[in-house]
């Protein structure tokens, strides 16, 4: 529904939004055997949410305080749809996190950056690498670059993290 200029949304003849959003449209469907689930992109004085309806309720998933809410390929930002790990981009304060429209928040945000957009991520803050997996930090935003997982960068030397920890100090050329 629509009144100057701003947008609600009805299902079914029920009221599900009021009619105070600058914009409401179609951001993802998933239509199965069982159940059609729709997420709106929700837009009000420049910030976004997430809104998730079906036919039985409807939930934000993410409120409107996000100043972009963008989909996301497996190597970084893409506007093509679907991409079936679900994840967006999200950014509230100028700070960069994930959010998965099936498992929630991945990464909460709180980084200057954010690479990569399957289970694993290279988070960036005031210049320094970690990393998250499965929506848990499992590296310390301390170092210069981190490789395979588990081999971090400082001042071009090498070491290991592993279990939660430094494991090897990174003080070698190079580690196999």
Not at 9 to 20: A, C, F, H, S, V
Not at 85 to 106: A, N, Q, T, W
Request: charged share 30%; proline share 3%.
């Amino acid at each position: 529904t629509s009144q100057d200029n701003l947008y609600g949304l009805e299902m079914y003849g029920k009221e599900i939004l009021p009619i105070e959003y600058s914009s409401i449209r179609l951001f993802y469907k998933r239509d199965d055997y069982k159940d059609v689930v729709s997420w709106f992109l929700i837009e009000k004085d420049s910030k976004y949410g997430l809104l998730k309806c079906n036919e039985r309720a409807s939930i934000f998933s993410l409120e409107v305080i996000y100043e972009k809410i963008e989909k996301t390929d497996r190597f970084g930002t893409d506007s093509n749809w679907p991409d079936i790990s679900g994840v967006l981009d999200i950014i509230c304060e100028g700070k960069h996190g994930r959010y998965d429209i099936y498992k929630g928040l991945l990464v909460p945000c709180l980084y200057d950056e954010i690479i990569g957009s399957t289970d694993y991520f290279i988070v960036v803050q005031d210049g320094l690498k970690g990393a998250y997996f499965n929506d848990k930090m499992i590296i310390p935003c301390r170092y210069d670059n981190i490789e395979n997982r588990n081999i971090v960068v400082k001042n071009g030397r090498k070491g290991l993290y592993a279990a939660g920890k430094e494991v090897v100090q990174p003080i070698y050329e190079d580690i196999k």
